[in-house]
């Protein structure tokens, strides 16, 4: 099993960045996906999720209307967009794979992870 989360690097407040998580080695179309972050000092916290067939998704307070996930089940990668950031979101971005559609906004119910990509916002 492997999550590669890519497209991480530095970029001024108020931009944008693409993050994307490719995975291999388990069935991906039947797991629900999520996107956490962890900042320096702090615990690792809930971002985004998606559902199996992408028919539902979940954001966090703080990234709604500016952060949205997808997923591309024949490529089996997941996808963020991330706009209008601000240096508050700087963070390690990690994608997770849960094979259930519920409690994807715990860390801690996730199956599997990705080794995480640096996002520096710069204001």
């Known amino acids: 099993v492997q999550l590669q989360a890519y497209g991480g690097g530095v970029v001024q407040a108020g931009g944008s960045r693409r993050l994307s998580c490719a995975a291999s080695?388990?069935?991906?179309?039947?797991?629900?996906m999520g996107w956490f972050r962890q900042a320096p000092g702090k615990e690792r916290e809930f971002v985004a999720a998606?559902?199996?067939?992408?028919?539902?998704?979940y954001y966090a307070d703080s990234v709604k209307g500016r952060l949205t996930i997808s997923r591309d089940n024949a490529k089996s990668t997941v996808s963020l967009q991330m706009n209008s950031l601000k240096p508050e979101d700087t963070a390690v971005y990690y994608c997770?794979?849960?094979?259930?559609?519920?409690?994807?906004?715990?860390?801690?119910?996730?199956?599997?992870w990705g080794q995480g990509t640096l996002v520096t916002v710069s204001s």
């Open positions: 997770g794979a849960r094979s259930s559609g519920a409690n994807l906004h715990f860390a801690r119910y996730y199956n599997y």
């Open positions: 080695g388990f069935a991906f179309s039947r797991y629900s």
């Open positions: 998606i559902t199996r067939n992408g028919e539902s998704t």
